[in-house]
């Protein structure tokens, strides 16, 4: 009977315990951060196909070789016509397409599982026997007016809680970071000028003091340039990884391995670890790096001509 009176504090003590919530799954958990453990994995690394449409502009520049003769009155004199142009060029704006490909990197995590060793601090009673000598006290009227009668030696049982540590094996994650590159395909329009000229035959004569009407040939090229999106199909692959992130419990306070995490004091819902913590460095890394790579990307464009 006085074992379990003294085991009694500790069941009510327990039951008493934070209850199972939507946000917190585990019963009888004091503090999450001396009894639980995060798991913090990554699975696998899956590869999207998608393929994409890719332009650039190209110029197509066509010239055709133009004849005239012109004929002038000129001094009788040894005269000579020589022939020349005036062209004038113009400009319009073409709405296109010059699209990018851009280097990308990725973290991939690799994911290693292990056991680990756990010890839990469980409470095991002890306990030891003693007796004590009870009597019955009667009341004498001479000094010291009581003394012991019916006297007899009870025995009972003396229990207290003492600390047993227990060690649990659980599998345990460990993730090692790589850094992969891949293309990206980067949609950019473009506002491309495409020159048009257009050219007028005249001539200036060379003369000495006679006239004479003679006559030349005045040969010269007019050219216009065809602007055009040539486009092709590319396939592009982007990487991500799903996290797998777990908790595991005790009902006592449990000591765990260096470097595993422990869940954050106050914490009742899951909440990314120090992996999560990793891989929004590396997303910040990977934008900075693609930000200085694409400064580098110099726009090309093919100018195809005909030859004279």
Not at 223 to 246: L, Y
Request: with cysteine; glycine share 4%.
């Amino acid at each position: 009977m006085l074992v379990l009176l003294l085991l009694a504090p500790v069941a009510l003590a327990q039951r008493a315990t934070t209850p199972a919530t939507p946000f917190f799954p585990f019963e009888g958990i004091d503090d999450p951060n001396k009894q639980c453990v995060d798991i913090s994995c990554f699975e696998p690394i899956k590869w999207s196909d998608d393929k994409k449409e890719v332009c650039r502009y190209r110029k197509e520049r066509t010239c055709t070789p133009r004849t005239m003769e012109v004929c002038d009155n000129v001094p009788i004199t040894e005269c000579e016509l020589v022939g020349y142009t005036e062209c004038t060029t113009s400009e319009a704006t073409q709405p296109l397409r010059d699209d990018k490909v851009v280097g990308e990197f990725f973290y991939e995590q690799t994911c290693e599982t292990s056991p680990i060793a756990i010890i839990e601090r469980k409470m095991k009673p002890e306990c030891r026997n003693e007796t004590k000598n009870v009597c019955e006290k009667m009341w004498v009227p001479e000094a010291p007016f009581w003394k012991d009668v019916n006297c007899q030696q009870l025995a009972w049982e003396n229990c207290t809680l003492v600390e047993h540590p227990h060690e649990v094996n659980i599998d345990y994650c460990s993730c090692t970071p790589t850094e992969i590159w891949y293309n990206k395909y980067e949609y950019k329009d473009a506002s491309v000028g495409c020159l048009s000229t257009t050219c007028e035959p005249k001539t200036v004569p060379k003369c000495t003091t006679r006239e004479e009407r003679k006559c030349t040939t005045v040969s010269w090229e007019e050219c216009q340039e065809t602007c055009a999106n040539e486009c092709s199909e590319m396939h592009f692959k982007e990487p991500s990884q799903e996290a797998d992130h777990r908790r595991w419990c005790s009902h006592v306070e449990i000591e765990v391995p260096a470097g595993v995490s422990r869940v954050p004091r106050g914490a009742r819902s899951l909440r990314a670890g120090g992996s999560g913590q990793r891989q929004a460095q590396a997303q910040r890394q990977a934008q900075v790096q693609r930000q200085a790579f694409g400064s580098q990307q110099v726009a090309s464009s093919r100018l195809v001509q005909r030859p004279r």
